[in-house]
């Protein structure tokens, strides 16, 4: 079962929703952060990365707990009256996602029935566990999946009718909607009938949120489990609402081989031929842009037995055929030599970064599917870093 309830949430007046709204935390740069903050002085940057909103000498924890104070101050941000269950729909030209935002519970998650797909950075945890016990709040939602059911489904159609209490577009042209359930109670029974719940997004701070529960816990000599900090907020979305896009990349090589040389490492493991496309079409194929020219790469190693679901990924076999034996990166994580490349920024940035010489190769893979990651998840494996960008 899946234990979910209401909790009452520190939001902003409608007024200020949008802009109030940010991206998340780590997915952009200390100088983009000053531009946000500088432009919308409201950004709720300004608690997320209170670190580019400060001077060396400031502790960037408590700027960020001076930063959240003013804005409750002002009345920018406020705390509901009640515990509360929200509806949350995120829709753009080419697709909408409408999941369900409440707390759950961190000892599932230490039981393993909120299961993870990724191995955690021990800095950035800890980093994030150090913001959430200062400001005693958490400031980010844990992006979950669950396998959708049909009285999960009904209620969130029912109270979408409804009025909502945001409904605003970003920057980015997504438009964001949120209701405020009015059946709270009904959620969380839906709930429990889910088996488990899957992260999608948000191990770092699902970790951090765990780790901070044990420290205020410790401190607290009434501790009974039913506190706040024993629950983590978060937005569950039915998995067959989610799309996942490919997680591209690019190397740099600095052997000094040719082209030819590459190719020939790489026809060990693979039947290549030239490609007139840059976007793979299925498991197993590889897109790769080498000196001005796109490959098609097409796994050629024989298995004696079925690979598991792990084997199969797309992003394992890269990583296994090409990055370790033919570049040397043993550790993607680590490895200075390779780059990231989100699947919504399209493959022209992939050209564009070898084209410059920035990178050597990149490399284009046909994007991991809901169904690799519950699988991945049910084993209670990991997959190989940057396997998924939702």
Same mark, same amino acid.
């Given at each position: 079962?899946?234990?979910?309830?209401?909790?009452?949430?520190?939001?902003?007046?409608?007024?200020?929703?949008?802009?109030?709204?940010?991206?998340?935390?780590?997915?952009?740069?200390?100088?983009?952060?000053?531009?946000?903050?500088?432009?919308? /002085?409201?950004? =709720?940057?300004?608690?997320?990365?209170?670190?580019?909103?400060?001077?060396? #000498? $400031?502790? &960037?924890? !408590?700027?960020?707990?001076?930063?959240?104070?003013?804005?409750?101050?002002?009345?920018?941000?406020?705390?509901?009256?009640?515990?509360?269950?929200?509806?949350?729909?995120?829709?753009?030209?080419?697709?909408?996602?409408?999941?369900?935002?409440?707390?759950?519970?961190?000892?599932?998650?230490?039981?393993?029935?909120?299961?993870?797909?990724?191995?955690?950075?021990?800095?950035?945890?800890?980093?994030?566990?150090?913001?959430?016990?200062?400001?005693?709040?958490?400031?980010?939602?844990?992006?979950?999946?669950?396998?959708?059911?049909?009285?999960?489904?009904?209620?969130?159609?029912?109270?979408?009718?409804?009025?909502?209490?945001?409904?605003?577009?970003?920057?980015?042209?997504?438009?964001?909607?949120?209701?405020?359930?009015?059946? /709270?109670?009904? =959620?969380?029974?839906?709930?429990?009938?889910?088996?488990?719940?899957?992260? #999608? $997004?948000? &191990?770092? !701070?699902?970790?951090?949120?765990?780790?901070?529960?044990?420290?205020?816990?410790?401190?607290?000599?009434?501790?009974?489990?039913?506190?706040?900090?024993?629950?983590?907020?978060?937005?569950?979305?039915?998995?067959?609402?989610?799309?996942?896009?490919?997680?591209?990349?690019?190397?740099?090589?600095?052997?000094?081989?040719?082209?030819?040389?590459?190719?020939?490492?790489?026809?060990?493991?693979?039947?290549?031929?030239?490609?007139?496309?840059?976007?793979?079409?299925?498991?197993?194929?590889?897109?790769?842009?080498?000196?001005?020219?796109?490959?098609?790469?097409?796994?050629?190693?024989?298995?004696?037995?079925?690979?598991?679901?792990?084997?199969?990924?797309?992003?394992?076999?890269?990583?296994?055929?090409?990055?370790?034996?033919?570049?040397?990166?043993?550790?993607?994580?680590?490895?200075?030599?390779?780059?990231?490349?989100?699947?919504?920024?399209?493959?022209?940035?992939?050209?564009?970064?070898?084209?410059?010489?920035?990178?050597?190769?990149?490399?284009?893979?046909?994007?991991?599917?809901?169904?690799?990651?519950?699988?991945?998840?049910?084993?209670?494996?990991?997959?190989?870093?940057?396997?998924?960008?939702?």
């Amino acid at each position: 079962m899946t234990l979910i309830k209401p909790f009452r949430a520190l939001r902003p007046a409608p007024e200020f929703a949008r802009q109030v709204s940010s991206v998340p935390y780590d997915v952009i740069t200390e100088d983009e952060v000053r531009g946000f903050i500088r432009e919308n /002085p409201l950004s =709720f940057l300004r608690i997320t990365r209170a670190d580019a909103d400060c001077t060396e #000498a $400031d502790d &960037h924890l !408590r700027k960020a707990e001076e930063n959240l104070e003013d804005l409750i101050r002002r009345g920018v941000l406020f705390e509901e009256a009640e515990p509360s269950i929200y509806i949350y729909r995120l829709m753009s030209e080419r697709h909408s996602q409408t999941g369900v935002v409440a707390c759950c519970s961190l000892e599932e998650y230490r039981q393993g029935l909120i299961k993870k797909h990724e191995h955690t950075r021990p800095e950035k945890v800890s980093e994030r566990t150090r913001h959430m016990v200062c400001l005693r709040a958490q400031t980010g939602l844990i992006f979950l999946a669950y396998r959708g059911t049909e009285q999960i489904n009904e209620l969130v159609a029912g109270e979408l009718s409804g009025e909502p209490i945001y409904d605003f577009t970003c920057t980015n042209d997504i438009r964001q909607t949120v209701w405020k359930a009015a059946r /709270p109670d009904e =959620f969380a029974d839906a709930f429990g009938d889910v088996p488990a719940l899957y992260v #999608a $997004d948000g &191990h770092h !701070r699902l970790e951090s949120a765990r780790l901070a529960a044990d420290e205020l816990a410790a401190e607290n000599p009434e501790h009974d489990g039913s506190e706040d900090y024993n629950f983590v907020i978060a937005g569950m979305f039915p998995a067959e609402q989610l799309k996942i896009l490919a997680y591209n990349r690019v190397v740099r090589d600095d052997s000094g081989r040719s082209d030819d040389e590459i190719l020939n490492l790489l026809s060990e493991s693979f039947i290549i031929s030239p490609a007139d496309r840059a976007v793979p079409e299925e498991h197993g194929e590889i897109i790769m842009y080498l000196g001005g020219k796109w490959y098609d790469l097409r796994h050629n190693v024989a298995y004696i037995r079925e690979p598991d679901p792990i084997e199969r990924l797309d992003v394992t076999i890269l990583q296994q055929y090409v990055l370790a034996p033919v570049f040397g990166i043993e550790d993607p994580r680590t490895d200075e030599r390779i780059g990231f490349v989100g699947g919504i920024h399209g493959t022209e940035e992939l050209k564009q970064r070898v084209d410059s010489g920035e990178a050597r190769a990149a490399f284009s893979l046909f994007a991991t599917t809901m169904d690799d990651l519950f699988a991945v998840s049910d084993m209670g494996e990991t997959m190989p870093p940057k396997s998924t960008w939702f």
